[in-house]
């Protein structure tokens, strides 16, 4: 079986993934009219999916580490599947809010195995290369999945999107089983050693970073449907095109922020945040006008994912002695902002404050970002001297 088979299938996987976390953004007015809540409690659908990921994220890394790589894969689909099912399928709030934890236990192990395993499918110098080649599913999750999901949703129900989800997670499952060899896992790997590199400072500081500015996108980023249809009158359709714009220009900055950090990690991390602290802001301002909020989105969208290829280079620096845990941290660190940004959103919506001031306490969470980002310059001093490749 030639490896580009093996890697189309955990992209079918890392796609699948993107859409189960990110999809239901797009669908939080239509989720909250089915079940009869709130849109606030209809977020509580992302948090929880991320806060699954965050506890689920080292749980899983470091129980799994001696499980052969193909068998770890399926297990995970197979929950992943579950977990869908079990969404689309539920029959009440805390149902639905239950199964998006289940669903969220295959993401970030899938995520870092898989991506260990596209590298050993290759030659070494084709490594960079193909784990690129995976994660461009997330990039097609964030182009196409989410903005298909938002229409999908409107017009089939949103029911429909997690059946459509999990019948691409059993296509996931299929192509693991079939394309990927049976890869053997990790016997000489030390939890307690690993663990220990999470006691030093720079890694924490780091970590913390990232929660930062995840709470930052989230907080605003999870409410953009209904933001969006009250603030500028905008259609399913008009949310679906700037969705579909919002991920072009986080792929669009992914690549940038690789680049710019080739140049130097610290200046790319404090000028992205600088600039996501100011199109939150105006956001704020122009919410109203559904073309300036197309733009400011596009360059949001952009910068604030131009923030994860500098702050993994700082945290696999900072976290040498365990590179491979580092990485599943800083996703659970990820999704802990994911959780925490839905929340806050949501409480600034249910205080009857206004949608504008959720872009402005969105906007407060990257100011503290970039005050992080500034005392923490040199922290990890082999940060700018090394080079990021398949970004």
Do not use: C
């Amino acid at each position: 079986m030639k490896p580009i088979f093996g890697l189309l299938a955990l992209a079918i996987g890392a796609f699948a993934a993107g859409v189960t976390e990110f999809g239901p953004i797009g669908l939080l007015p239509t989720i909250a009219g089915d079940l009869d809540v709130s849109i606030p409690a209809a977020g509580v659908v992302v948090s929880a999916y991320a806060f699954g990921v965050m506890v689920a994220v080292p749980l899983v890394t470091l129980s799994t580490g001696r499980v052969p790589r193909r068998t770890l894969l399926m297990a995970l689909s197979a929950i992943f599947i579950l977990g869908n099912v079990l969404t689309a399928v539920s029959i009440n709030y805390e149902m639905l809010i239950l199964s998006r934890v289940v669903a969220s236990i295959n993401h970030g192990a899938f995520l870092g195995v898989g991506s260990i395993v596209a590298a050993g499918l290759v030659a070494p110098e084709r490594r960079a290369a193909a784990v690129g080649t995976m994660f461009m599913g997330l990039t097609f999750a964030n182009i196409i999945g989410v903005p298909a999901a938002t229409w999908a949703g409107d017009y089939l129900g949103w029911r429909a999107v997690f059946w459509g989800i999990a019948a691409i997670g059993f296509v996931q499952l299929i192509g693991v089983r079939v394309t990927l060899p049976d890869l053997p896992g990790n016997k000489t790997s030390n939890v307690r050693s690993e663990l220990q590199v999470f006691m030093q400072k720079n890694v924490l500081t780091v970590l913390l970073m990232t929660v930062m500015s995840a709470t930052a996108l989230f907080t605003v980023y999870t409410y953009i449907a209904p933001i969006l249809q009250t603030e500028a009158n905008a259609s399913v359709n008009f949310v679906t095109a700037i969705l579909v714009a919002g991920g072009v220009g986080m792929t669009l900055g992914s690549w940038l922020g690789g680049k710019f950090a080739d140049f130097s990690v610290d200046l790319t991390i404090i000028g992205s945040v600088i600039i996501v602290a100011i199109m939150l802001s105006a956001f704020a301002l122009f919410m109203s006008n559904i073309y300036v909020s197309a733009v400011i989105i596009f360059v949001w969208g952009a910068v604030s994912f131009a923030l994860v290829p500098p702050i993994q280079v700082r945290i696999m620096s900072a976290a040498s002695g365990a590179p491979t845990l580092a990485s599943a941290a800083n996703i659970g660190a990820f999704n802990l902002g994911n959780a925490i940004g839905a929340v806050l959103g949501g409480w600034v919506i249910d205080a009857d404050l206004g949608y504008p001031a959720v872009a402005l306490v969105g906007a407060a969470m990257a100011v503290i970002t970039l005050i992080i980002a500034v005392f923490s310059r040199g922290l990890t001093p082999s940060a700018d001297a090394r080079p990021i490749t398949g970004h």
